[in-house]
Every structure is written in structure tokens, then in C-alpha cells.
């Protein structure tokens, strides 16, 4: 069989095994978000937190505990890393230095798991399990609430209530990621991912001798990581390490993961305003996008255009061999179409098309299928932008399941959009003139240097603004420029679109339903899904395309 | 203002006791009923596959290592060509502030992060592919992508079966062993496609060398 009919193939199971898990998963969440009873263990974390679970929430108090929650999440990351030389379990660690600790705490926080440190040689049993890997649940279920709030937000009339931000929080851990990751993450140890808390140990070699080596809750961690779109690796090596993804199975097993919540949230969103074939469009839409773009990383991948991989013969540096170019290129597009940034292949060794096509996965605000939770309310703002763009080609008042979209609503939405293009763009082009900055690119010697160091910097404030967290390895991020700005654009990208999302929420919430008409754009539509499919790529286009022809796409026709 | 900071105050308080009770559900219980479950029920795995020959651990079969006599006058390993060899890891450790070459050190992996048009990674891929060829005495023509290029983790443990094909005649003449007992060792290591389909087929190196441990025994 040729590796690419193994790769199609591949991405055929990938499909099926998502469509098997669409409708339970989906419905299960809905049934969790609208469910009245309360588990004994919810009661418990209700009762510590002193909170009512049943206490409806406008927008502001939703908000403003979600930023209480995230800024007690930072400070209690940063705390621990700064005690870990003083803390048990620790490998004999050191504590991490300040301006690292709070790079690493912002990011785990705001879901985006970009990393300045190497795990195996800075990180130990405590900080990862007790810290970092907490965030990779509470993160994600975070983005899960925002989404849900903002789906209320649509299925909800004459109310500004959003529901409880405590109760979303706690069930979206409890009910929905904490029984998927702990099956989950006994299929990785049963085929090879380890799970132990042993030390800093020796390990025989074929030679003679030994070498040290670490053990960790790598499968435990490893499985949140990818479900909840968080994507920071145990090892430094993410999961192209072979203790966190130790074969071919476990690689499509991890992409399954990244990519099943996302998807299924189309379905609960159907399900809560109460027409599943509204969920249908929007999984249509995130569908083909997704399919387009990994059918094209395929062809890019195994085409290996670029001097190194012509003379190499393929695709293969920063690639495993037990996943290969096939497995490896699924990957990369569903790691950069998610908010996760793990990767099993090394993003800054792939060609120049492959690339910008991990870089725009990015820029479409990675809701295709996008984060837990903010794919889906990213998505939501695009449909929101889709039906008045139709509104103003027929002159019609836009309206979407049956909510006027009126001057709050579209001023919203746009202030959302225009957030992380703001980000990237600016942070980008001001590391172009600071010479410091430019200092970072390591691929110096490259032929036409030019292009592909401006990828390197492009991509990293395109990742941390859209909270994915990959990186192109070779620029030298860990410096007080970048450790600082990328940091700003992480925090920034996180949760001011979330303020602009609930503010969008609450006003839809509060509006009287319009009734269906003649002229009412039909929104669970195939005509529809194309208009919205068109809408995210030129926004995205006419904002971007400037910046990818400078990095990848000159790169790539050079 | 008095009101305003004791609300935040009581609704910061609200969200450390959230953030605390959720950490010992999911930082504390969740970890250790997957350890402990996973050490019951799969407890080699769990530790890192761990294989022994003759009684002395050999490494981890999920982990690649490097199979050299000694270092030349520069510090720079030489290849024991009477083993498989595996793939070059040139990956730099520690998000590179240092620029040792610190090859299938399993403390520090890690990919090169070498772009497709960076002049070191297309100078050190021909200079491979140039000791592949004399090495093994073939045309540069059929050495196979993996055996020039740095794998994701620098740990890697498999090479292509393409490359270990490629190795079975240098290695049985350095062993003295009849070369078709060396490419039966290489087809019978090799391992297919998980279901036929998952991945790609690759070689073991470490299980590799320990088949040729046996037969040269």
C-alpha cells in the first residue's frame, strides 16, 4: 500500500470514528449544560466554592467569574512553579524564574500551552499534574461555558440570564472531560504511553552503561492535553516523543481526540436552540474546511518542495517514522485548526506551503473545527458576520434563529474579529524593526533568509493570539521581548473576544424572538454553509494575505 | 469603592476555591486512579517498556539510542557498523541555548526545527547521504529519506525498512554471518501498518540488534 492511500485511509477512519461519537457526545453534552440535578460530587465543589449552582447569571457575573477563576488559575500556576525547588516530587528541580513562570501560567490558563521551557529538565511530578495539567481540564471547560452561554444566549427570549458560570464550569470538568480522559488515557498506556511517578532513573542501554531518564504521569496528562485543544507536551518533544504517542494507533487515537468535543459542540448547539440541522450547517462548514485543508497539507507534504527535502528525497526531517508523512500532516492540520499546538511532527521542518497552511489554520481564529468551546462560539461570530453580509446584499434586516442582528449585535461581532488580526499584525510588525527581536531567528542561514524568519515570527504571535501554542521551533522565542509580548497576546487573545462574546449573549438573550418569514435566511441550509465557508476565507484572506505572501507563500514560489 | 473591592475580594475567593477543589479532583484523584490502575493492569508499559537481554536491561523499545565504538579525536561518536544504525539526530537540547549535539540523549528531545531551505540542513543532508552510500556501498540514489533526516523527538526508535534492507549486507559482512540470515532478521523485525492501515512500517533498531546478538551468540 503507498503511503498516501495509507494516509486517505487513515483520514477516512478518522471521519468515521467522529461520526460515531457526533450524536452521543453531542447529546450528552447537551443533557449536561441543561441537566437540573446536581452529582454528589458537583454538590461538594458547590458547596467549597460557596456558590449556588441554580442562580441564574447575566452577562457581566458570568464574565466577571470566569476572569476570577482565570486570574486565581494564573496566580496559584505561578506560585507553584516559583515553590517547586521547595516542593516534594519535584526530580530536584529548581523553581522557575519569574518572567518564565508567569509566561508558562498565562499560557496554560488561557488554553493556549505555548511553552519557553523543556519539560523533561524543568517541570516535576507536581507542577505537572497538580498544575498544569489541572488547567488543561479547567481551561478547556472554561471555553466550553463561554460557548454555551453564548448558545443560551441564542435559544434564550426576553431574559438576559446566561445561565451559572460555577455549574457550567464544574459539570463541563466532572461530566464531560474527566470520564472521556481517564479511558482515554488507559488506551495510551496500554499501548506504550507510561504512567508512573517514578524519579529521575537509570536505564540500561544496548551498549553498555546507562543513561538517565524521567518517568511521569505522561498518559494521564497526555489525553486532557488533546481533548481539552490544550496541546502542552510532557516532554519537550510534544507528542512526537514516543512515551506520549508510542505508535500509528495512538497518533490517530490523539487526533480523534483533539477533534471530537469540537465537533460534537455543533450538535449540542443544534440540540439547545432546539434544530439539529442548525448544528448540521455549522459541522458542514467546519467540515469542509477542515477536509480542504488537510487533503492540501497531504499533497504539499508528500510533494516536499523546498531545497533540504528535495535532496533528502521526502517530507521526513522532524517527522517520526512510525507515523510518517501521512499521519504526521492529519496532525499538524488538526493541531493548528484546534487551539491545541500539540504536534507530532515539527511544524518549522515542513515545507513552505505546509507552512502557511498550518499558519492560516491558525488565522481562520481556529474555529474549523476549532478549541473546546471557542471553535464553536468563533464560529457563531462568523455566522453572525455571514447572515448581515446576506442581509445587506438582499436589504434585508439580518436575522440568525430568530434573533435580530441589529447595530449592538454587529458592532460586537466585529469588535471580536478584529482582535487577534490587531495582535498578530501589530506584534509581528513591530518585531520586524526592533533589532533585538530579529536577533531571535535562528534559521539565519537560509536561502533568502528573509521570508522564512518572517514566517517564524509571524507564526509564533499568530499562535499565542489564537491560544494554539505550536511553534516554528526555530525562532528564540525565550527572550524578554517575546517572553512579554507573547505572553500579552496570549492573555489578550483569550479572553477579551470572550468579553465581546458574552456581551453578545446577553444582548441576543434579552431580545423578543422574530418570527419566521418568506424572506428569512435559511441558516441549516447547504447555501448557507457555502455563504459562511466564503465569509471566513475572505475576512481572513483580505486581512492576512499581505503577511503570507511576505512569509510562506514567497518562500514557497522562490 | 469599599463595596466594589470587597465584591472583587469575595469573588476572588470564590474562584481560588473553585480552582482548589477542581485541582484535587483533577490534579490529585484523577492522576493517581489512572496510575494506579494503569501500574495493575499494564505494569511494563506503564514504566517505560523496559526489554532485558541475558539478563541486563537494554533500554526501552520506544526510545531510539545511538550504537557507537568510542569517539574520534574531535568528541564526535563513531558509528559501530557491526549494528543497525539509526537515524541521524541532529536536534539541539533545551529549546537550544545550548548548541551541543546532544544525540539520543533521552533527556533532551527534540526536533532540529531546521527550515526546508535552511543551507545547514541541505549541507548536512548530502554530507549524509554521501556516508550512507560509501558506507553501505550504494548509489546515493536509493538511500531512503529517514536515514538523512532528524526525526521529530530525536528519539526515534524505528527506521525505515527501505534502510535497514539497505544495512543488512554491510552489517552480516562485519558480523561474518550469511547475509540472508541478516535480511530474514530485518523482514522478520520489520512491523506493518497498525491494522494495515495506522502509520507507516518501520524497523525496531534495538530489537533489531538484539536479533543480531543472538545470532551472532
Not at chain 1, 548 to 555: D, Y
Not at chain 2, 186 to 196: A, H, K, P, Q, S
Request: hydrophobic share 45%.
Amino acid at each position: 500500500m503507498s503511503p498516501i492511500l495509507a494516509g486517505v485511509l487513515q483520514l477516512i477512519a478518522l471521519v468515521a470514528a467522529l461520526a460515531l461519537a457526533y450524536r452521543p457526545l453531542g447529546d450528552h453534552m447537551a443533557a449536561t449544560y441543561s441537566s437540573r440535578k446536581h452529582l454528589r460530587v458537583e454538590k461538594i465543589i458547590y458547596r467549597c466554592i460557596g456558590a449556588n449552582p441554580d442562580t441564574e447569571m447575566r452577562w457581566p457575573a458570568y464574565l466577571r467569574g470566569i476572569l476570577a477563576f482565570s486570574l486565581a488559575g494564573v496566580l496559584f500556576l505561578y506560585l507553584l512553579q516559583r515553590l517547586q525547588g521547595s516542593l516534594p516530587l519535584s526530580f530536584g528541580f529548581a523553581s522557575i524564574s519569574p518572567d518564565q513562570a508567569f509566561n508558562t501560567a498565562a499560557s496554560f490558563v488561557a488554553n493556549t500551552n505555548w511553552q519557553s521551557y523543556s519539560g523533561e529538565q524543568a517541570m516535576g511530578h507536581v507542577v505537572q499534574t497538580a498544575g498544569l495539567a489541572v488547567q488543561n481540564f479547567v481551561s478547556a471547560a472554561t471555553g466550553m461555558a463561554v460557548a454555551i452561554a453564548l448558545v443560551r444566549g441564542f435559544s434564550r427570549t426576553r431574559t438576559g440570564d446566561l445561565g451559572n458560570f460555577w455549574a457550567d464550569l464544574v459539570r463541563g470538568t466532572v461530566r464531560v472531560l474527566i470520564p472521556i480522559a481517564v479511558i482515554g488515557a488507559l488506551v495510551l498506556v496500554a499501548c506504550g504511553a507510561i504512567q508512573n511517578f517514578s524519579g529521575i532513573h537509570e536505564v540500561g542501554q544496548f551498549m553498555g552503561g546507562t543513561q538517565q531518564t524521567n518517568g511521569g504521569a505522561v498518559a494521564s496528562q497526555e489525553v486532557i492535553k488533546e481533548l481539552g485543544t490544550n496541546g502542552g507536551g510532557y516532554f519537550n518533544a510534544n507528542s512526537a516523543h514516543p512515551f506520549e504517542n508510542p505508535n500509528g494507533f495512538t497518533n490517530l487515537f490523539e487526533i480523534f481526540l483533539i477533534l471530537v468535543i469540537p465537533f460534537a459542540l455543533t450538535r449540542t448547539f443544534g440540540r439547545l436552540v432546539g434544530n439539529v440541522r442548525q448544528g448540521y450547517a455549522v459541522l458542514a462548514t467546519m467540515g469542509v474546511i477542515w477536509l480542504g485543508f488537510t487533503a492540501l497539507m497531504m499533497w504539499t507534504e508528500f510533494a516536499h518542495g523546498g531545497p533540504a527535502l528535495q535532496a533528502a528525497g521526502a517530507a521526513m526531517e522532524g517527522k517520526e517514522n512510525r507515523f510518517g508523512i501521512g499521519g504526521s500532516s492529519i496532525f499538524s492540520v488538526a493541531t493548528t485548526l484546534t487551539s491545541t499546538g500539540a504536534v507530532d511532527s515539527f511544524h518549522d521542518s515542513f515545507t513552505a506551503f505546509g507552512g502557511g497552511i498550518q499558519l492560516l489554520g491558525m488565522m481562520l481564529g481556529e474555529i474549523a473545527p476549532g478549541g473546546v468551546g471557542s471553535g464553536l462560539y468563533g464560529m457563531l461570530v462568523m455566522a453572525v458576520i455571514a447572515v448581515f453580509i446576506a442581509g445587506l446584499m438582499v436589504g434585508r434586516t439580518p436575522e440568525y434563529l430568530g434573533k435580530k442582528i441589529g447595530t449592538r449585535e454587529i458592532k460586537l461581532a466585529a469588535c471580536y474579529i478584529l482582535i487577534t488580526p490587531t495582535l498578530v499584525l501589530g506584534f509581528t510588525a513591530a518585531s520586524m524593526v526592533l533589532p533585538d527581536a530579529l536577533g531571535s531567528i535562528l534559521n539565519t542561514k537560509a536561502l533568502g533568509a528573509g521570508p522564512h524568519g518572517f514566517s517564524e515570527v509571524l507564526y509564533a504571535f499568530t499562535s499565542g493570539a489564537n491560544n494554539n501554542g505550536s511553534a516554528f521551533g526555530g525562532l528564540n522565542a525565550n527572550t524578554p521581548w517575546y517572553n512579554t509580548t507573547i505572553g500579552l497576546a496570549m492573555l489578550l487573545g483569550r479572553f477579551l473576544p470572550m468579553v465581546f462574546v458574552l456581551a453578545l449573549a446577553g444582548s441576543l438573550a434579552g431580545q423578543k424572538p422574530v418570527p419566521e418569514t418568506a424572506g428569512t435566511l435559511r441558516t441549516e441550509k447547504p447555501l448557507f454553509a457555502g455563504l459562511l465557508v466564503g465569509t471566513i476565507l475572505i475576512i481572513t484572506g483580505l486581512t492576512y494575505f499581505p503577511a503570507l505572501a511576505l512569509g510562506p507563500i514567497a518562500e514557497g514560489l522562490s | 469603592m469599599n463595596n466594589a473591592v470587597r465584591n472583587s475580594a469575595r469573588l476572588f475567593g470564590a474562584g481560588l476555591r473553585a480552582l482548589l477543589a477542581l485541582t484535587v479532583v483533577c490534579g490529585v484523584l484523577y492522576p493517581l486512579v489512572v496510575t494506579g490502575v494503569a501500574q495493575a493492569a499494564f505494569h511494563d508499559k506503564a514504566n517505560g517498556s523496559e526489554v532485558t537481554q541475558n539478563g541486563r536491561t537494554v533500554g526501552s523499545e520506544l526510545l531510539g539510542q545511538r550504537y557507537d565504538k568510542g569517539k574520534d579525536s574531535k568528541g564526535n561518536p563513531i558509528p559501530d557498523l557491526r549494528y543497525f544504525q539509526p537515524r541521524p539526530s541532529a536536534g539541539l537540547g533545551s529549546n537550544k541555548t545550548n548548541d551541543v549535539n546532544t544525540q539520543y540523549d533521552l533527556q533532551v528531545s527534540g526536533a532540529t526545527n531546521q527550515g526546508a531551505t535552511n543551507t545547514d540542513l541541505i549541507a548536512a543532508v548530502k554530507e549524509r547521504k554521501k556516508w550512507v552510500a560509501d558506507t553501505y556501498g550504494v548509489p546515493q540514489s536509493e538511500v531512503p529519506a529517514d536515514a538523512v533526516t532528524s526525526s521529530g523527538s530525536g528519539l526515534d526508535p524505528d527506521i525505515s525498512p527501505a534502510y535497514a534492507q539497505l544495512q543488512a549486507d554491510r552489517v552480516a559482512k562485519e558480523n561474518h554471518l550469511d547475509r540472508a540470515k541478516v535480511e530474514k532478521l530485518v523482514e522478520d523485525t520489520t512491523e506493518g501498518r497498525v491494522l494495515g492501515f495506522m502509520g507507516e512500517p518501520r524497523v525496531n533498531v534495538l530489537k533489531l540488534n538484539m536479533g543480531l546478538r543472538e545470532l551472532t551468540k
